[in-house]
C-alpha cells in the first residue's frame, strides 16, 4: 500500500496548566517526533474560538488522530464545536483508547457520530468483535499496548539510577485502590501490597510500600523512588470486568440502596461475580518499561502481560495465593539474582528497541497508510500547535502573576487590566475546567 503524506490532525486533551503524566506525554509527542508529515495538535483542554476553526478549515487532513487523553472519563474532552467540525472531514478517522471498560455506549456513539473508522485498543484481537466490531460502525480494530519506551528518557533518566549497594530500599511499591465494580482483577493493586507487607513482617527487609492516593509519587520524584528501589511489586494493569452495555454501576447502586450495609466480598457475591472475566480487561503498564530502564527486579502476579514479559527471564513471578513467598525472598536477598534479572529485562525490554515508540509509529503508519520517519531523524515537516507552546507559557505564569488581585487594595482593576492587556489574555484563552458538553 502505498503511504500518503497529507497533514494529521492530532486531537488531545492535557491537563491544562498541570503537567501531564509523563506516560501521556510520551506517548502524545510520539506522533509528532515519528511521522514524516505536517501535524496540526489542538489541546482541547484550552477554550478557542471561531478563529480556529477559520485556521482548521483552511487545512486539508489526510488523517485524524483522536488521542486517548480525551476519552478518560465523562463527558469526553471534545467540545461541541471541535466535534461538529470533526464530522465533516473526510479524512481517515483514528482513535485510541485506554480504560475502556467503562463509557462503552459513550464511545460507541462518538465512533458512530464522528465516523471513527480505526480504533487502537488494549483489548486482546479475541474481544475486537464484541466489544467494537458488533456495536460500532468501524471498520477495523487493532491492539496496542498502553505506553512504550521513549529514547530520551532512557538517557535523561540516567542521573537518578545507582548501582545496587547504594539503593537503600529493598523492595517499593505505589498504587491506589479501585472501586470493586471494577472487578478482582482492579483490586490486585492493593491486594498484592497487603499481603507483601503481612508475609514479610518479621524479614529484614526494607520496604517502601504504599496504596493510598496521597502516596502516589509523579515527575522527578517518581524517578529517584524508581532509582533508590532494588526490587518493585507489580500486577497486570487493567480489570476483569467490562461493562459493555453500561449496567454495572447501576446494579451495584441499586443493590447497595436495598443493603447500605453491604461489604466489598458481599457486593462482589451477589452482584458482579456473573460478570468477571467474560472480557478479560489486562495489560501491561508502562511502569514494566520504567522498571527495566531503573534497573528495578520485578516481583510480578502471575500472568500474561501481553506476551512482552515472560516469568523467569524477566520478572520472578509471584503466585497470587503467595505459595511460593520463601522463593521470592531468597531471590530479593542475593545480588546475584539481581544482576541476572535485570540485566536481562533491560537487554530485551529497552536496548532491543522492540517496543520503542519509534516501532510503535512504524507499525501505527503501515497499519494506516502513513510513512514514519527514517530511523536517526525526527519530524522536520511543519508543525502547528494550539495553544501555541509559547502561549502555554504565558498562561502558565498568568496565575502567578494575577494572585496578588485576589487582596482587596487601591487600582487593583486598573493594575489587572494592563496584566491581562499586557499578556493579551482573553477569558477564552483559560483551560475550561470542565470537560465538554455532551453534543
Known amino acids: 500500500m502505498k503511504s500518503s503524506k497529507g497533514?494529521?490532525?492530532?486531537?488531545?486533551?492535557?491537563?491544562?496548566?498541570?503537567?501531564?503524566?509523563?506516560?501521556?506525554?510520551?506517548?502524545?509527542?510520539s506522533f509528532i517526533k515519528y511521522i514524516d508529515a505536517p501535524i496540526f495538535s489542538i489541546d482541547t483542554a484550552f477554550n478557542s474560538n471561531s478563529k480556529l476553526i477559520k485556521k482548521l478549515s483552511r487545512n486539508?487532513?489526510?488523517?485524524?488522530?483522536?488521542?486517548?487523553?480525551?476519552?478518560?472519563y465523562q463527558p469526553f474532552g471534545i467540545p461541541k464545536f471541535l466535534f461538529d467540525f470533526l464530522q465533516n472531514l473526510s479524512g481517515k478517522k483514528i482513535?485510541?483508547?485506554?480504560?475502556?471498560?467503562?463509557?462503552?455506549?459513550?464511545?460507541?456513539?462518538?465512533?458512530?457520530?464522528?465516523?471513527?473508522?480505526?480504533?487502537f485498543s488494549i483489548l486482546h484481537?479475541?474481544?475486537?468483535?464484541?466489544?467494537?466490531?458488533?456495536?460500532?460502525?468501524?471498520?477495523?480494530?487493532?491492539s496496542t499496548l498502553t505506553g512504550y519506551v521513549d529514547e530520551d528518557?532512557?538517557?535523561?533518566?540516567?542521573?537518578?539510577?545507582?548501582?545496587?549497594?547504594s539503593r537503600t530500599v529493598d523492595v517499593g511499591y505505589r498504587a491506589r485502590p479501585l472501586p470493586i465494580y471494577l472487578g478482582k482483577g482492579g483490586k490486585e493493586k492493593t491486594e498484592i501490597a497487603e499481603k507483601f507487607l503481612k508475609f514479610s513482617s518479621k524479614s529484614n527487609l526494607k520496604l517502601d510500600i504504599k496504596t493510598s492516593e496521597e502516596s502516589r509519587l509523579y515527575g522527578n520524584d517518581w524517578n529517584r523512588f524508581l532509582g533508590n528501589i532494588r526490587c518493585c511489586l507489580g500486577v497486570e494493569s487493567g480489570t476483569s470486568i467490562f461493562d459493555v452495555n453500561g449496567i454495572i454501576k447501576n446494579?451495584?447502586?441499586?443493590?447497595?440502596?436495598?443493603?447500605?450495609?453491604?461489604?466489598?466480598?458481599?457486593?462482589?457475591?451477589?452482584?458482579?461475580?456473573?460478570?468477571?472475566?467474560?472480557?478479560?480487561?489486562?495489560?501491561?503498564?508502562?511502569?514494566?518499561?520504567?522498571?527495566?530502564?531503573?534497573?528495578?527486579?520485578?516481583i510480578y502476579y502471575e500472568g500474561k502481560y501481553q506476551g512482552v514479559m515472560t516469568p523467569g527471564v524477566h520478572f520472578v513471578e509471584l503466585k497470587k495465593d503467595f505459595s511460593n513467598f520463601d522463593y521470592v525472598l531468597k531471590v530479593i536477598s542475593e545480588e546475584s539474582y539481581y544482576d541476572e534479572f535485570t540485566s536481562r529485562s533491560y537487554d530485551d525490554l529497552i536496548?532491543?528497541?522492540?517496543?520503542?515508540?519509534?516501532?510503535?509509529?512504524?507499525?501505527?503508519?503501515?497499519?494506516?497508510?502513513?510513512?514514519?520517519?527514517?530511523?536517526?531523524?525526527?519530524?522536520?515537516?511543519?508543525?502547528?500547535?494550539?495553544?501555541?507552546?509559547?502561549?502555554?507559557?504565558?498562561?502558565?505564569?498568568?496565575?502567578?502573576?494575577?494572585?496578588?488581585?485576589?487582596?482587596?487594595?487601591?487600582?487593583?482593576?486598573?493594575?489587572?487590566?494592563?496584566v491581562h492587556n499586557i499578556l493579551n489574555i482573553r477569558k477564552d484563552d483559560l483551560p475550561d475546567k470542565t470537560s465538554a458538553s455532551k453534543k
Open 60 to 72: 486539508d487532513f489526510s488523517h485524524i488522530i483522536l488521542h486517548y487523553s480525551l476519552f478518560g
Open 351 to 418: 536496548l532491543s528497541q522492540k517496543y520503542s515508540y519509534r516501532n510503535f509509529i512504524k507499525d501505527f503508519c503501515q497499519k494506516v497508510d502513513l510513512k514514519p520517519i527514517k530511523n536517526g531523524e525526527t519530524n522536520k515537516n511543519s508543525l502547528e500547535f494550539f495553544p501555541s507552546r509559547g502561549r502555554k507559557i504565558v498562561l502558565g505564569i498568568y496565575p502567578y502573576l494575577t494572585k496578588p488581585f485576589k487582596r482587596n487594595f487601591y487600582g487593583r482593576e486598573l493594575i489587572a487590566k494592563h
Open 95 to 119: 482513535a485510541f483508547f485506554q480504560d475502556e471498560n467503562q463509557s462503552c455506549l459513550e464511545r460507541y456513539r462518538y465512533i458512530n457520530e464522528l465516523g471513527i473508522d480505526t480504533i
Open 7 to 29: 497533514k494529521v490532525l492530532l486531537v488531545h486533551r492535557s491537563s491544562g496548566l498541570v503537567k501531564n503524566a509523563s506516560t501521556i506525554d510520551q506517548h502524545l509527542s
Open 125 to 142: 484481537v479475541s474481544y475486537h468483535k464484541e466489544t467494537y466490531l458488533d456495536n460500532s460502525n468501524c471498520k477495523e480494530v487493532f
Open 251 to 298: 446494579e451495584m447502586d441499586e443493590y447497595l440502596l436495598k443493603f447500605p450495609e453491604a461489604k466489598e466480598d458481599e457486593i462482589w457475591r451477589e452482584v458482579l461475580q456473573k460478570y468477571e472475566n467474560q472480557i478479560a480487561y489486562r495489560a501491561i503498564s508502562p511502569r514494566i518499561f520504567d522498571s527495566a530502564i531503573f534497573k528495578n527486579l520485578m
Open 153 to 165: 528518557f532512557i538517557v535523561s533518566s540516567q542521573k537518578w539510577v545507582k548501582d545496587y549497594k
